[in-house]
């Protein structure tokens, strides 16, 4: 066989991985073996493209230099990937997360910006004219905007959660709808141009800079409650950008991994819209708004009393079937051993233990699993908010630590609203035992 039907069967083995993965991460049993079925997909994906058109050529051009320059970014990157994955806490990884989105933004971007002005930079040398409109110059023009956006708006949702002094207030000017719509105007206005003059690279990063400013004003009016929504719909974002430079390149692998990645993180984008009563054009269009934030001093000030595991296990005692339901104050607090030891100080006592799941139980979806596999807490035992809801009539005692305003009273009196047991996350600051 041909070069290029290996290099295709390589990237039909690496896509067949990367959606076994996905299969495979739906469950926490299994989301470790997905993850490394992933990156042996990646890996592979990586290898054929090095042997593939540009780079073939650049290594018949330039001998083996550009395999080392290769080897150098593929060992940089490593590095910096190793080091955020081992550095970040526990608690930091939706903030680890939210740069991994933007740097995949960014990336597509330089991609799209290098294969234009590469493209032009033939026509004129050759003396054909200007690339025309076509699928290269659509994909490039959306490319370098969803990349833009992406990027600028993964580090407004980075300073966020990190909590840094100029972002922790949300932007609440009342012309950011106005704004947002006459830069959306623009890049539509700055597309057509690029299509229009496609030699012109100048118009191209010009779109580059007004979507970055887009991704920023899009990004600052969210509430730092509500980032588990946005971290989902900018991985949407970054899978989308990736397709798009899939199509630039013309590289197959890189279109389907990001078309899973872009389904994958729209979907999980309504569904956390559902679980946290928002709007997904809300979130599109910026318009979450903000969190009134409480202090929890004014609330529960000297009504918190500490005590151990086994001391609640007593007051517990005649319960049969007790839920526990953390939040993100438990991931705070590193309180996943305690809760461990409660529920094996309860169980021994006959009762039966259980965790309620909320799809955002934390700062982004599956971070309470990972918490409460630390601490040994089996699979089966962690239930999804909309499995374990109709089942609350029949328990004793629910206990919620860390996320006190997940429990919604409204569902009581009024028969639409979210049932009365996970609501929605908030960043509570100590975890508390309640009963």
Request: aromatic letters at 8%; glycine letters at 10%; a neutral charge.
């Amino acid at each position: 066989m041909s070069t290029q039907s290996w290099i295709n069967l390589a990237y039909l083995a690496a896509s067949m991985l990367f959606i076994v993965a996905f299969k495979m991460m739906t469950g926490p049993r299994t989301a470790t073996r997905g993850n490394l079925v992933g990156a042996a997909g990646m890996a592979i994906a990586l290898a054929a493209a090095c042997f593939e058109g540009p780079v073939a050529g650049s290594l018949a051009a330039h001998g083996p230099w550009t395999l080392v320059i290769l080897g150098l970014a593929v060992v940089i990157g490593s590095a910096i990937g190793g080091a955020l994955a081992l550095l970040y806490p526990m608690t930091g990884m939706p903030q680890m997360v939210a740069l991994l989105n933007g740097f995949g933004g960014a990336a597509s971007t330089l991609v799209a910006g290098a294969e234009l002005w590469n493209a032009t930079a033939a026509a004129k040398a050759a003396g054909s004219p200007p690339v025309p409109w076509t699928q290269f110059i659509i994909a490039t023009a959306l490319t370098g905007l969803i990349g833009a956006v992406t990027f600028w708006g993964s580090l407004v949702a980075f300073a966020k959660l990190e909590e840094l002094p100029s972002f922790k207030k949300a932007w609440t000017d009342p012309r950011r709808h106005w704004i947002n719509l006459g830069l959306a105007l623009l890049t539509l206005a700055l597309v057509w141009g690029v299509g229009a003059r496609p030699s012109s690279n100048l118009l191209f990063w010009a779109l580059v800079v007004v979507g970055s400013v887009l991704g920023c004003t899009l990004t600052l009016p969210i509430g730092g409650a509500d980032m588990p929504v946005v971290i989902c719909l900018l991985n949407s974002y970054s899978g989308l950008a990736a397709a798009a430079a899939g199509f630039v390149i013309d590289n197959p692998v890189l279109v389907i991994a990001g078309s899973l990645v872009g389904a994958s993180g729209l979907i999980l984008t309504a569904i956390m819209c559902q679980a946290m009563n928002r709007s997904l054009a809300g979130v599109l269009f910026g318009g979450l708004g903000t969190t009134a934030a409480v202090s929890g001093d004014d609330v529960y000030a000297g009504r918190v009393k500490s005590a151990s595991a086994e001391e609640v296990a007593m007051v517990l005692e005649g319960a049969g079937r007790v839920v526990i339901v953390p939040g993100y104050g438990l991931a705070v607090a590193q309180a996943q051993h305690a809760v461990r030891e409660l529920a094996d100080a309860l169980e021994k006592r006959g009762t039966t233990v259980e965790y309620a799941i909320h799809p955002v139980a934390g700062r982004m979806p599956g971070h309470m699993n990972v918490l409460l596999a630390e601490a040994d807490v089996p699979y089966e035992k962690l239930r999804e908010m909309d499995d374990i809801n109709p089942t609350f009539p029949e328990t004793d005692v629910a206990i919620v630590i860390g996320a006190n305003d997940v429990v919604n009273p409204a569902a009581r009196r009024i028969p639409r609203a979210p049932s009365p047991g996970c609501r929605s996350s908030t960043s509570t600051r100590r975890a508390r035992w309640w009963w």
